[in-house]
């Protein structure tokens, strides 16, 4: 899943009535409760208890087909992800589905627009990253995302061609020196390939970052031999065994992502915060946030895990505000409360192309002194309107 599977998503625009009808459902079955299609009996509950909350008879109909569709589908499903990310639109039958490799909180959501800020929070999760599994004489190649890893067959090296000399008598020194020479010259023959392997995995798998494993002075000579922009690519290397099962590779890289993730989302928390407090094309705290988000100018939005907050929005251009006024300062609408800001907030990023990341754990409290969140922009500070 990547954002370009998102564009249909993002470029559908809110319904004149409520026709919408976005749903998450958890069918991990390491899940004694979605075990034996538990997750249906989940799901016909959910649009159960929102059937109840309707009165209108032609929105009761749009419910009803919506329900149905994504019912009927979901009874097809053939679990094998983790997740599922379901959008049917009654008004012009749009239906979107999408598996997800991670779990998400079960919900359904009925309303005038798509329910993004879930998918967003599991695109963020999901950078693809790249595995390099190396010793002298063999090289392994993975991708792994969504938790899931794979194996790219590359042809080996002939370990014959690679022998260190441990001992010898001093009457052979000359000739173990020229056979220690010509093997460490055959090892950088080696990872000469494993670079070009690393370039391959880059250019065609798309990895964002790579992960270096294997006995720690192999990596280390071979992190010395990529060219810059693929070291820059490297974001920690792991001691393993080359005969590692892949299961085995994905936990131990799967850690050295976790560390990663953390480490760079405090890293950015700092620096948005420190960019807005001197209005260096920065932002922190909602309202703030907000007026970026209207006028379109957010580049990367950050917002601590599980932050909401209600506020109100403009029925006409869609601005979101902190508290309530008469009539949109920006179009004169109407305006009308909503029960999550954050959640369209979020929206409206993804519509335009923003980054968002979603951060956790110290960084999420760190940012949650400065208001939860906040946004790096695309133009000055200065420039915005209060």
């Not at 979605?34 to 009996?41: C, I, P, S, V, Y």
């Not at 209108?56 to 569709?69: G, K, L, P, V, Y």
């Not at 922009?229 to 050295?256: C, E, F, Q, T, Y």
């Amino acid at each position: 899943m990547t954002e370009k599977d998102l564009q249909p998503l993002f470029s559908r625009r809110e319904r004149p009535n409520m026709s919408v009808l976005s749903t998450y459902l958890n069918v991990d079955q390491s899940q004694e409760s979605n075990l034996n299609r538990g997750f249906e009996t989940q799901l016909q509950a959910m649009n159960s208890s929102i059937r109840k909350t309707l009165h209108d008879t032609a929105e009761i109909e749009r419910f009803q087909n919506a329900s149905h569709h994504i019912e009927d589908f979901v009874s097809a499903y053939k679990h094998g992800a983790r997740s599922l990310a379901m959008f049917f639109d009654s008004t012009d039958g749009f239906f979107w589905h999408q598996e997800i490799d991670s779990p998400v909180q079960s919900q359904a959501r009925w309303d005038r627009e798509l329910f993004l800020q879930p998918l967003a929070a599991a695109l963020d999760e999901s950078e693809r990253f790249g595995v390099v599994l190396v010793d002298h004489a063999h090289r392994r190649v993975f991708s792994v995302f969504l938790n899931e890893i794979t194996e790219f067959p590359r042809n080996g090296f002939d370990p014959r061609k690679v022998r260190h000399i441990k001992t010898v008598g001093t009457d052979h020194l000359g000739s173990a020196s020229r056979v220690q020479h010509k093997a460490d010259e055959q090892i950088r023959i080696n990872l000469r390939k494993v670079v070009e392997d690393v370039d391959w995995l880059v250019k065609t798998q798309r990895v964002h970052f790579l992960v270096l494993a294997g006995r720690s002075e192999v990596t280390s000579q071979l992190r010395e031999m990529l060219p810059k922009r693929l070291a820059l690519l490297v974001i920690g290397a792991a001691d393993m065994a080359i005969d590692s099962s892949p299961k085995d590779v994905l936990d131990v890289v799967s850690a050295v992502n976790e560390r990663h993730e953390r480490d760079t989302e405090n890293q950015v928390v700092k620096e948005v915060i420190t960019a807005a407090a001197k209005k260096q094309k920065a932002v922190a705290g909602l309202s703030h946030t907000l007026n970026a988000v209207n006028q379109g100018r957010v580049w990367q939005l950050i917002y601590s895990d599980g932050l909401c907050s209600p506020g109100f929005e403009c029925r006409e251009c869609a601005a979101l505000f902190t508290a309530h006024g008469r009539c949109c300062h920006y179009c004169g609408g109407k305006i009308e409360a909503v029960r999550d800001v954050i959640e369209r907030a979020v929206e409206h990023g993804l519509r335009q192309g923003a980054r968002i990341e979603v951060v956790k754990g110290h960084a999420s409290a760190t940012l949650k002194v400065a208001g939860g969140i906040g946004a790096f922009l695309k133009a000055r500070t200065a420039s915005l309107r209060s």
